[in-house]
């Protein structure tokens, strides 16, 4: 079964400019999630879709920062303006439908964003 | 607000002996707790959960222990491997909404032989 697949692996970018990032779940999944996580902490949650409906994005700043899932499969996180406090990893992770979705979560191996 | 704090941000332990990570919160909503681990440039995958409902879930080497009194939880290890170096985080869930995961710090465990 391949797994959920985030491209690209790494990015570097000048502040102010924009980014986009690219995650395909595992086949079937109809939840998506997007964390970041920046270096010394937990994940945090930035979006979570119910196939191609959102669910939660309380904690994304929408100001600078996007994301969709047409057809409720592939996804696309953006951010635009980037930056410097937006560097981090950005994780992509699906699980298949069920009360305890995210005990099921798999994740991507995520996407290292450097904002210089 | 961390609600989901892991106080220790490493720990050594050497092969075979027991390894003890700790984790307290402070939402008392949340009623379901689980265990990821994450090796360098990988993502982090599912360990091990337990519910409110119970005090202990154990998996083969992997036993995690619940305090709701104390809001407090730990993830036993033993005997220690090599292979079990890596970061563990804690993470904590409301099933009651749109099952939301609230992560830890996260402690690096060190196996050393």
């Known amino acids: 079964e391949a797994g959920v697949a985030q491209s690209p692996r790494y990015k570097i970018i000048e502040k102010r400019q924009s980014v986009a990032f690219w995650c395909n779940p595992i086949?079937?999944?109809?939840?998506l999630y997007w964390y970041q996580q920046i270096l010394g902490q937990g994940p945090k949650l930035l979006i979570q879709?119910?196939?191609?409906?959102?669910?939660?994005d309380s904690q994304l700043p929408k100001d600078r920062f996007s994301a969709e899932r047409l057809k409720g499969v592939d996804s696309t996180l953006k951010i635009q303006p980037a930056k410097l406090e937006d560097s981090a990893v950005y994780l992509c992770?699906?699980?298949?439908?069920?009360?305890?979705?995210?005990?099921?979560?798999?994740f991507g191996q995520g996407t290292r964003l450097t904002v210089v | 607000d961390q609600q989901v704090k892991q106080n220790s941000p490493s720990l050594s332990v050497q092969e075979g002996r027991i390894s003890i990570l700790n984790c307290d919160y402070t939402?008392?909503?949340?009623?379901?707790f689980l265990w990821y681990k994450k090796y360098p440039a990988e993502g982090p995958t599912f360990l091990i959960s337990?519910?409110?409902?119970?005090d202990k879930n154990e998996d083969g080497r992997f036993t995690v222990f619940l305090n709701k009194s104390a809001k407090h939880l730990s993830l036993h290890i033993v005997p220690s491997q090599p292979g079990d170096s890596a970061v563990y985080f804690c993470?904590?869930?409301?099933?009651?909404?749109?099952?939301?995961?609230?992560f830890g710090t996260g402690t690096r465990l060190q196996v050393t032989l």
């Open positions: 992770a699906s699980s298949p439908p069920g009360p305890y979705s995210s005990t099921e979560a798999f």
């Open positions: 337990i519910s409110s409902i119970k």
């Open positions: 879709f119910q196939n191609n409906g959102v669910v939660d």
């Open positions: 993470a904590a869930q409301n099933t009651g909404t749109a099952s939301k995961l609230t």
């Open positions: 086949s079937g999944h109809a939840t």
């Open positions: 939402n008392s909503m949340f009623d379901y």
